[in-house]
């Protein structure tokens, strides 16, 4: 196995199949496609995509010309005949919404299979779109049990996720948004091969554990759902005001600091604050008036409320205990409590019995006349993060800076913390830690 003399076999010609195949013997690597439907192996033998795709009509032909594309529905001879194979089989969906598998399953069967009498590490690479586990749970366990070899040391495997946009898929391979790598444990050796299939493509692979990886694809394709839900949303909302959608929207995108930008994309606790909460309302209302329907923003409601309630229950597991709260105000910085989803906490907790301290070096438990007294709350609130450490036997973080990071560091042995912000800290022995979403 040469570096850039890697042969390929794809298994499923179709869209990830076929683009994937022609792009790789546009790149010089020779290719044999896969699958069982003989109309796509005499069209890709006969030099045609079995698949309308821009440009990839002109890469099966000279690839095909040259002798680098063949195809066939022998599988076994074409995984013998190769380095490393793909599977780009459908995964389509099912009546009650989950994933069928049994395409990616019976593929790694029929590698499994193929490889059971071969010499040397083949390596296997999923294409498909699976869902975290799947590798694990389905592919590993069918290509051991048919193979008889083990996955990792006789058998190379990595997951590669594919993000080609169907109509400018040629384009989206050399000029890819992002390429993920998923590694299987220390299987460095198979993601060194894809680098090397991969060698033409100006973009640094992100090298990740392949249930992150097969996460990944989930998290770009609904989050792609989500802003065209949400940019049509507002489109509805500007028609019914007479106002021009796409002037708005561009507004909305020029702003690459806090917009279109890397803020507020880190999964943590629910979002608070004097304008979040108050204008979602208003702009629902709006919407109410006006006959048009908010799902999208009805869903942010209802999302900021399910993550109060699943920081609640984190805390409130195990009974009422001593609950030392760091961080009152719904950010750093602030001492302003309006609708701070951590007094919502402190609330519901103190409701269930809970015995609290609480420690915000921006909020004091004196009458001041400001905005940051809450009567209710005044009596819990301690003057130092020490005194919250030294009653608490659960500490809730829910700011992050050094002081508390500091204090939290010495916490006693049997302490439970939970955490909302992702403090960097390295929980002392005895202590035990849980973040909210990590
Ligand atoms: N189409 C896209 O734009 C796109 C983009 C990214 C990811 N994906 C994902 O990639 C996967 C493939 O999607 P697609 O659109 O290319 O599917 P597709 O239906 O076009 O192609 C799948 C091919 O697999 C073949 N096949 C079935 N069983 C086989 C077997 N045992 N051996 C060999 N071939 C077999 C089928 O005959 C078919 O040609 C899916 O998981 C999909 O979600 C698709």
């Known amino acids: 196995m040469t570096e850039n003399k890697l042969k390929v076999s794809i298994l499923g010609a179709g869209y990830v199949g076929c683009v994937s195949a022609g792009c790789l013997v546009k790149d010089g690597f020779e290719v044999v496609a896969v699958d069982p439907d003989k109309y796509k192996i005499n069209a890709i033998l006969a030099g045609k995509s079995p698949i309308y795709e821009p440009g990839l009509d002109a890469l099966i032909k000279s690839g095909a010309e040259e002798g680098m594309l063949t195809a066939t529905d022998d599988f076994k001879k074409a995984v013998m005949e190769t380095d490393i194979s793909f599977c780009c089989t459908g995964t389509p969906s099912q009546e009650d919404g989950s994933l069928n598998t049994g395409y990616v399953r019976l593929v790694s069967e029929q590698i499994g299979g193929a490889i059971r009498e071969k010499e040397g590490r083949h390596i296997v690479v999923m294409r498909s779109t699976i869902l975290p586990g799947t590798v694990e749970k389905e592919v590993i366990p069918a290509l051991e049990k048919a193979s008889g070899k083990?996955?990792?040391?006789?058998?190379?495997?990595?997951?590669?996720?594919?993000f080609l946009r169907e109509g400018t898929a040629i384009a989206d391979y050399y000029e890819p948004g992002a390429i993920v790598f998923g590694q299987f444990e220390d299987d460095h050796v198979s993601i060194e091969a894809l680098k090397s299939l991969c060698g033409q493509i100006d973009v640094t692979p992100h090298v990740i554990p392949i249930r992150s990886a097969e996460i990944v694809k989930?998290?770009?394709?609904?989050?792609?759902?989500?802003?065209i839900s949400f940019s049509n949303e507002i489109g509805n909302l500007c028609k019914t005001a007479g106002i021009d959608s796409h002037v708005v929207m561009d507004v909305l995108?020029?702003?690459?600091?806090?917009?279109?930008?890397?803020?507020y994309m880190k999964p943590g606790f629910a979002y608070g604050g004097s304008c979040l909460p108050k204008d979602l309302r208003a702009l629902r209302h709006f919407g109410k008036v006006n006959n048009v329907a908010t799902p999208v923003l009805d869903a942010a409601v209802e999302a900021n409320d399910y993550q109060l309630d699943r920081a609640f229950r984190l805390v409130n597991r195990g009974g009422a205990r001593n609950v030392g709260i760091f961080g009152l105000t719904f950010k750093p910085d602030t001492d302003d409590l309006r609708e701070s989803p951590m007094v919502l906490l402190a609330e519901r907790l103190m409701s269930k019995g809970h015995k609290l301290s609480i420690y915000d070096p921006n909020v004091s438990a004196i009458d001041d006349g400001g905005r940051n007294f809450l009567p209710h709350l005044a009596g819990f609130i301690k003057n130092s993060a020490e005194e919250v450490t030294s009653e608490a036997d659960t500490i809730v973080i829910g700011i992050k800076n050094d002081q508390i990071r500091d204090a939290v560091k010495n916490t006693r042995d049997g302490t439970n913390i939970v955490d909302l912000v992702r403090m960097p800290i390295e929980p002392q022995q005895g202590v035990q830690y849980e973040g909210l979403v990590w």
Do not use: F, M
Request: with cysteine.
């Open 218 to 227: 989930y998290t770009n394709n609904c989050w792609h759902a989500v802003k």
């Open 150 to 162: 083990k996955v990792g040391s006789d058998i190379g495997l990595a997951y590669y996720p594919e």
């Open 253 to 263: 995108c020029a702003d690459t600091r806090l917009n279109i930008s890397k803020a």
